[in-house]
């Protein structure tokens, strides 16, 4: 069975420090990978996904992930953090053919001045 | 475009009633999801309509979860009757009816409180 770890609950980091979060996945072959992210009040919206091809991939708001097939990780990164990045992040696998998306339990991340 | 929204936002009952939850997709898609997240857990599938047929409803906790999607357009979910861990946020996501593995869309959520 599908599943996702994203080991650390919380995570604060200072503004325009560098950030990580990461997500340690298990499938028994190669999955589709995604990463969301939730800001309060909304709904969880697409940051970047990775089906095949170049394992760095580049999303939306600066931020990159990069699959490690060998580690079973998609670890979420950005060079520089801002303060509207607080939010909550979700890693999530997802199959051929299953359609439905497992999810990790989630990062929050705090921003500090 | 109007993105997936979700009715009502909050919705606080007593232990033993019924609540529905309704999700309205993005127009067109075929592919409309149910999925839970109970406080300080993952995000859990609930189930998966294609159009007005279920697809795959193996999340679905147990028979006081009644899903519908009548004429293949918006979704409700009904608990009843409700119990305490039932409580969490029930988000609702949509995706095109298009071949291969497309981004599912997610609504804001209903954060459902049963007391």
């Known amino acids: 069975a599908q599943s996702v770890t994203q080991p650390d609950i919380h995570i604060t980091v200072s503004e325009g420090a560098s950030l990580e979060l990461r997500c340690n996945y298990s499938?028994?072959?190669?999955?589709?990978l995604f990463w969301y992210v939730q800001s309060p009040g909304q709904g969880l919206q697409l940051l970047l996904k990775?089906?095949?091809?170049?394992?760095l991939v580049q999303g939306i708001k600066g931020f990159e992930a990069e699959f490690k097939r060998s580690q079973s990780s998609f670890n979420l990164r950005k060079p520089s953090v801002h303060w509207s990045d607080a939010a909550e992040y979700f890693c999530?696998?997802?199959?051929?053919?299953?359609?439905?998306?497992?999810f990790g339990t989630g990062t929050r991340l705090l921003v500090s001045p | 475009e109007a993105g997936v929204t979700q009715f009502p936002s909050h919705s606080v009952i007593e232990k033993g009633q019924t609540v529905t939850l309704r999700c309205d997709p993005i127009?067109?898609?075929?592919?409309l999801y149910w999925y839970r997240r109970v406080m300080g857990k993952e995000i859990k599938f609930l189930l998966h309509?294609?159009?007005?047929?279920?697809?795959?409803e193996s999340g679905m906790p147990n028979n006081r979860f009644l899903a519908e999607r009548t004429g293949g357009t918006y979704s409700t979910l009904k608990v009843q009757p409700a119990e305490l861990e039932d409580s969490g946020v029930y988000f609702c996501?949509?995706?095109?009816?298009?071949?291969?593995?497309?981004?599912?869309?997610f609504g804001p959520g209903t954060r459902l409180t049963v007391l």
């Open positions: 999530a696998v997802g199959a051929p053919g299953f359609q439905k998306l497992v």
């Open positions: 127009s067109g898609h075929d592919n």
């Open positions: 990775y089906f095949s091809g170049d394992t």
């Open positions: 309509f294609v159009k007005e047929s279920k697809q795959d």
């Open positions: 996501a949509s995706r095109p009816g298009l071949a291969g593995y497309n981004e599912q869309f």
């Open positions: 499938y028994g072959a190669t999955p589709y």
